[in-house]
C-alpha cells in the first residue's frame, strides 16, 4: 500500500509539473515546443522512477504525458495535434509548389496563416538553396516574344522532374517575356543578371516583385526543392521599320507552348520600308526561324565569316585533300588544281554553315527543288512589292 500512495504521489507530481510548464511557457516554433515537450518527459520520467515503476507502467505514463500535454495548452489554442485544414494545405502547395509535408510544416509553424507560412518556405527554402552545390544539369528553353524585341533564356535545375512541372514552366515563360523588352535587350545579356523583378499582372505567384533576379530563383527553387540558376541568354531587338520573329522547337510533348530544346530569333527588315506589310514581313521572319532550327547555320552571310575562321577552315580542307591523295601524288599536284579543290570546299561549307547559303527547310517537306534562302527571300520580296528582304540577325540556342 505504501508503494501504491508513493506512485499516486509521483504521478500528482509529474502531472503538475506538465501543467506548469504548459502554462508558463509559450512556444512559437518547433524547436521550443519540442524542448518544452522534452522537458516535461524527463519531469514524468524521473517522477515514475523515483516511485519504482515498471517498464508497464512507464509505457502507460507518455499515454497520460501527452493528455496532460494537450490538456494544458488547449485553453490557450496551442496543441501539438492541431490539425491543418486539408484545404488550406493544397492552397499552399497550388501558390509556391512546394510538397505536401513543407506545405503542412509551414502552416503549423505560422499557426495556419497562409501568407506567412509562403514566406516561412521562402525563408527557408533560400537558406538551404545558398548552401547547396548539387550540378543543375537538366534545362529548359523559352521563348519571349514582343514588337519590338525577342529572348530566349534557359533555365537549369537539378533533375528532368523539375524542369516539366507546371511552376518552373510558367516562371521560366515568364521571364522570358520580361526580356524580351526594348530596355533589357539594349542593356545586354550581361546585365541580365542585375535585373531587379517589377510587379506586372501576369507575374508567377512564386516570384516576388523587386528581387533581384538570381534571388528571385533562389526563392523559386527552395519551394521546388532545387536550384535553379540562370543558362545562356540571347536577345535580339528589331531592326527600324522591321521585325524581329522566333521559334522555339518542343522537348517534350506535354512542355507548355513557347517552350522547347531548341530555339531561334530571326530579325528583318525590308526595302524600302514604306508599304511593306509588316504582318507578312513578321510571318516570312518566323518562317526563316524555324529554318534556323533545323539548319543550325553559324553566320548569317558570307562577308559575315571572320578571316582568321575562313583561314583555318581552309587549311583543314588542303590537310585533308593531301592526305586523301597520297604523299607520293600530293607533290605533283598542280597548285590551280587544289585551289579549285579549296573552292569547291569552300563553297559547300558556305553551303551548310552560312544562312543565307543554305537550302531553306520548310515544315512538312516539299516535293520542289531546294531554294536557296537567299533566292527564296528574293521571291518573297517580289511576292510583297517590296526591293528586297534583308536578312538583319538572328540568334539559335541547342540543349
Do not use: N
Not at 130 to 156: H, V, Y
Not at 330 to 352: C, M, P, S
Request: charged share 25%; aromatic share 4%; net charge positive.
Amino acid at each position: 500500500s505504501s508503494d501504491l500512495s508513493s506512485r499516486r504521489l509521483a504521478k500528482s507530481r509529474a502531472c503538475v509539473c506538465v501543467r506548469t510548464l504548459g502554462h508558463c511557457i509559450t512556444p512559437t516554433t518547433a524547436k521550443e515546443r519540442f524542448a518544452v515537450m522534452r522537458q516535461a518527459v524527463r519531469s514524468f520520467s524521473h517522477a515514475w522512477r523515483c516511485a519504482g515503476a515498471t517498464p508497464r507502467q512507464s509505457w502507460h505514463s507518455h499515454a497520460l504525458l501527452t493528455q496532460q500535454v494537450t490538456a494544458a495548452w488547449s485553453p490557450q489554442g496551442r496543441s501539438f495535434c492541431a490539425a491543418v485544414p486539408a484545404a488550406l494545405v493544397k492552397e499552399l502547395r497550388s501558390r509556391t509548389g512546394a510538397s505536401m509535408g513543407k506545405c503542412r510544416e509551414a502552416l503549423k509553424e505560422e499557426d495556419g496563416d497562409l501568407e506567412k507560412a509562403v514566406d516561412w518556405l521562402k525563408k527557408r527554402g533560400v537558406k538551404s538553396m545558398e548552401k547547396r552545390t548539387a550540378e543543375s544539369a537538366e534545362s529548359l528553353l523559352a521563348l519571349g516574344l514582343s514588337p519590338e524585341a525577342g529572348a530566349i533564356l534557359e533555365l537549369r535545375a537539378e533533375t528532368d522532374f523539375v524542369t516539366r512541372s507546371s511552376v518552373f514552366q510558367e516562371v521560366l515563360l515568364y521571364l522570358s517575356r520580361v526580356l524580351a523588352s526594348p530596355a533589357v535587350v539594349a542593356a545586354g545579356a550581361e546585365a541580365v543578371k542585375d535585373l531587379t523583378l517589377e510587379a506586372t499582372a501576369d507575374m508567377p505567384a512564386q516570384l516576388t516583385a523587386g528581387k533581384v533576379l538570381p534571388e528571385a530563383l533562389l526563392e523559386v527553387g527552395s519551394v521546388l526543392g532545387e536550384k535553379l540558376l540562370l543558362g545562356d541568354v540571347h536577345c535580339l531587338a528589331a531592326p527600324a521599320s522591321g521585325v524581329v520573329a522566333g521559334y522555339v522547337h518542343p522537348k517534350a510533348a506535354d512542355g507548355m507552348p513557347g517552350t522547347g530544346r531548341m530555339a531561334a530569333l530571326v530579325s528583318l527588315s525590308a526595302s524600302p520600308a514604306s508599304g511593306c506589310d509588316t504582318e507578312r514581313l513578321r510571318a516570312v521572319a518566323a518562317a526563316l526561324a524555324r529554318h534556323v532550327v533545323a539548319a543550325q547555320p553559324r553566320f548569317l552571310t558570307v562577308a559575315s565569316i571572320p578571316a582568321e575562321t575562313l583561314r583555318k577552315e581552309r587549311e583543314v580542307f588542303k590537310a585533308a585533300y593531301l592526305e586523301q591523295v597520297g604523299t607520293r601524288k600530293a607533290g605533283a599536284i598542280d597548285d590551280k588544281v587544289i585551289q579549285k579543290v579549296l573552292d569547291g570546299k569552300t563553297a559547300k561549307f558556305y553551303q551548310e554553315s552560312v544562312l543565307a547559303c543554305q537550302e531553306l527547310v520548310t515544315a512538312g517537306g516539299t516535293d520542289q527543288k531546294p531554294t536557296p534562302v537567299s533566292e527564296w527571300l528574293e521571291a518573297e520580296a517580289k511576292s510583297m512589292g517590296v526591293e528586297q528582304i534583308i536578312l538583319e540577325d538572328f540568334k539559335l540556342a541547342v540543349l
